[in-house]
């Protein structure tokens, strides 16, 4: 078990996001070549993505734990997508400026991003959501939920929010928005997004490398899906 432990400690020394990506993408690359039919292909990558999400889910929900304390200022997080995007013609284009539809997200269920960053406020809702249910409050509990990448991230009432996907309880409601719109003209390689039409880099970070492998494995199934209509 030592030993284990000071091989994993090595190897996560010697790993990048870039590098992490791109093995990931190597493994999508591999499936795509060796699956003879779209229906397997897509099986995998569903997995892919479902395990994905889920370790993504959880190490953004744990950092509290793991990290010294926050101040009680709080955190600032980059958006998961990229606020502005320009197509062929070089127009500045908006996902998040669309009409947004309302989708009520489980969070026993659902893949969402939530960064707890106040011990005492983790404290008393874990306390609170665990001996009673979770209410959603639509003047506290704030999100964006974004398809077909079905990734919510949540900017308001974190760690009430954070309480209740740990006991897996209760729902939230969420701005709902389109990614497709991104795939003919946003790429990412890991580390940052960029301009499929030019290769310069958008001015949003990335917030974390699989994001950046959700959204390119979502966008391959969907053009695998849209092929095969």
């Known amino acids: 078990m030592f030993k284990w432990k000071r091989k994993k400690k090595w190897y996560r020394d010697f790993v990048n996001p870039v590098h992490e990506f791109r093995y990931a993408m190597e493994f999508v690359e591999e ?8 229906e397997d292909q897509i099986l995998i990558l569903d997995f892919i993505l479902s395990v994905i999400r889920e370790d993504l889910k959880y190490d953004t929900l744990t950092n509290i734990f793991y ?12 958006l998961p997508f990229p606020y502005h995007y320009y ?11 669309d009409k947004a539809e309302v989708k009520k997200v489980d969070l026993a269920k659902e893949c969402v991003l939530v960064f707890p960053w106040h011990r005492g406020r983790m404290r008393d809702n874990i306390k609170n959501i665990g001996r009673n249910e979770f209410q959603y409050d639509k003047f506290n509990h704030k999100a964006y939920y974004f398809s077909p990448v079905n990734i ?18 209760g729902y939230i409601e969420a701005a709902e928005y389109d990614v497709t719109k991104l795939f003919e003209h946003v790429y990412t390689d890991g580390l940052y997004w960029y301009n499929r039409h030019n290769n310069q880099k958008l001015e949003d970070d990335l917030l974390d490398f699989r994001i950046g492998v959700i959204y390119e494995i979502s966008k391959i199934k969907h053009h695998i899906e849209k092929d095969a209509t």
Do not use: P, Q
């Open 152 to 169: 919510c991230f949540v900017y308001n009432g974190m760690h009430s929010i954070t309480a209740g996907i740990g006991f897996k309880k």
């Open 87 to 97: 197509d062929e013609k070089g127009n500045m284009l908006s996902i998040y400026e």
């Open 31 to 38: 499936t795509l070549e060796e699956e003879k039919t779209k």
């Open 67 to 78: 990290r010294e304390k926050w101040f009680d200022e709080g955190l600032r997080i980059s």
